[in-house]
């Protein structure tokens, strides 16, 4: 079958949007009988029917719904390619990373990275979903927790996190050496699910009485007077990584990975690193 072309998806999917080929057509610019004869062609080439017509409707058939939602991952996929070809090599390589990153690791690469580049050479993304802010092209490489979907990325291993209780300054588990989760459950403010926030926002609800969390031990810097971190024990150190598409030839991440190194080897307690695949380049 000839490779169905980037024209034909985007006329099927205004028909399956409208439902309305005088309006799918009117939308595309074009006329309606070229439409109608494209759509047709594609649905030979297809060996399906992609919709139900008659003289008053127009449906979407069981393989049109189908073909609709790859119709629209595959437009997706291109134009996310087409943002990660233009900014390949160019203009400032994208971090995406939490609001509020406790991390001072996240300052030193951006730091490191400035004074060996210059100004204007890195540019932080904030998303809740630094993954996905990497898979749609809006972010050349992400600071991520290993607990989350990496699938198709390549990561870097950079540091590890101890869990720490985030509590009240004047709550009684402040003066304690360390809590256990069966304590933190004892306390109806406690979250066992953080609420997608940064983590300014996070202390502020602690401070405030309303919210008891576990982060991570690099959240320490950036807690004020009014809140107090705890270590928690009985739950898992949380790896901390660099994580950046498999098939990435892009030389600033590479740069970066190549400092982040280099920031290991001068602490080795506190950052790690254990790579997968480096970009070729």
């Not at 189908?66 to 203009?91: H, M, N, P, W, Y």
């Not at 406690?190 to 926002?201: N, Q």
């Not at 007077?225 to 270590?231: G, N």
């Not at 598409?245 to 892009?250: F, I």
Request: glycine share 6%; net charge neutral; aromatic share 4%.
């Amino acid at each position: 079958m000839k490779r169905i072309e980037v024209r034909e998806l985007e006329y099927f999917l205004a028909v399956a949007g409208t439902l309305h080929f005088a309006r799918a057509a009117e939308q595309l610019g074009i006329e309606p009988p070229p439409l109608s004869r494209a759509i047709a062609q594609l649905e030979r080439r297809l060996g399906v029917s992609l919709f139900e017509r008659t003289s008053r409707r127009v449906e979407l058939t069981a393989a049109g719904r189908v073909f609709k939602a790859e119709a629209r991952t595959t437009l997706r996929s291109l134009d996310r390619a087409v943002r990660r070809v233009r900014q390949v090599g160019r203009g400032a390589l994208r971090i995406a990373t939490p609001p509020g990153t406790g991390s001072g690791l996240l300052r030193e690469m951006v730091r490191g990275y400035v004074a060996l580049f210059g100004r204007d050479t890195i540019e932080l993304v904030f998303a809740t979903d630094q993954t996905v802010a990497v898979r749609d092209g809006r972010a050349d490489i992400a600071l991520v927790c290993s607990t989350e979907d990496l699938t198709g990325l390549d990561v870097q291993n950079v540091t590890t996190e101890h869990p720490v209780a985030l509590v009240p300054a004047d709550h009684p588990f402040a003066t304690r050496e360390t809590l256990t989760p069966a304590c933190l459950l004892r306390d109806p403010a406690y979250a066992t699910e953080l609420p997608p926030l940064g983590l300014d926002a996070l202390v502020d609800l602690v401070a405030t009485g309303q919210l008891i969390a576990v982060v991570g031990d690099s959240a320490v810097d950036r807690l004020g007077r009014h809140v107090a971190a705890v270590p928690v024990t009985g739950l898992s150190p949380t790896d901390v990584l660099l994580a950046w598409p498999a098939d990435s030839h892009d030389p600033r991440i590479a740069s970066l990975l190549e400092l982040a190194g280099q920031l290991a080897i001068q602490d080795p307690q506190r950052v790690q690193t254990t790579t997968t695949r480096r970009p070729r380049v």
